[in-house]
């Protein structure tokens, strides 16, 4: 079984599409999200019917949840930045329309899958233990150990931090995916867009079970 695994989408489409395209080159049984997927656009619509197509496996970050469940009318703004982001927030949810919308708030926080040498995956966006706290690459093993959870897995799969790392501990192998549409690799001051989209290739034998993370440029210079 060979699973793609993409985290962070935040709705561009510019990124999925490059994602996807070289994935192409092998065939995939599963595409697994793991949370942030629309917000804040600017292809929210877009990216929600491309994942459906694909048939992606996907479970609520917290811009999904906020998004699904927030009115932004109900939110009192303290300050520009805060406004722009609540309008930013009204023009998606117009966008996307309450058939999605309905499907953002029916979205799992976890999802799990067997693995084929007897162990399990679990796809969550920031930690087993809390959907507020990220497995983060800057972590000591005893803070990463602490967010898994009384119930983890073999191998924990999420996102959340931007940053995509591989760590085992003890028996347990964490794979953050960094992010396919906001990662911060190869930034300068002030450049927003971003260079590059993480990914990962998980594949699951009998023998064992492979992870290799990859990343797709999406820009020249």
């Given at each position: ?27 995939i ?29 996907m ?48 979205l ?63 028996t ?10 906001d ?29 290799e ?6 820009r020249?210079?």
């Amino acid at each position: 079984m060979l699973y793609l695994c993409v985290s962070d989408i935040h709705g561009r489409l510019d990124a999925l599409a490059a994602v996807l395209a070289t994935a192409e080159r092998r065939n995939i049984h599963k595409l697994l999200v793991a949370g942030d997927i629309v917000f804040p656009g600017p292809d929210a619509l877009e990216v929600w019917r491309r994942l459906q197509a694909a048939g992606a496996v996907m479970v609520a970050g917290l811009t999904d949840e906020a998004l699904a469940r927030i009115d932004p009318d109900d939110v009192v703004a303290k300050t520009a930045d805060e406004e722009s982001r609540l309008q930013i927030m009204r023009d998606v949810q117009f966008e996307l329309g309450e058939l999605v919308l309905q499907q953002l708030r029916c979205l799992p926080r976890e999802v799990r899958f067997p693995l084929e040498d007897g162990g399990e995956l679990l796809l969550v966006h920031a930690s087993p233990a809390s959907p507020y706290d990220a497995l983060s690459h800057d972590l000591s093993e005893d803070e990463l150990g602490a967010l898994m959870g009384d119930e983890g897995a073999d191998v924990i799969v999420c996102g959340m931090s931007h940053v995509p790392f591989v760590v085992e501990i003890g028996t347990q192998r964490i794979v953050n995916l960094g992010s396919v549409g906001d990662a911060p690799d190869g930034r300068g001051p002030g450049d927003r867009e971003p260079r590059v989209a993480h990914a990962c290739w998980i594949e699951s034998t009998p023998a064992g079970t492979t992870i290799e993370p990859f990343w797709v440029p999406l820009r020249d210079e």
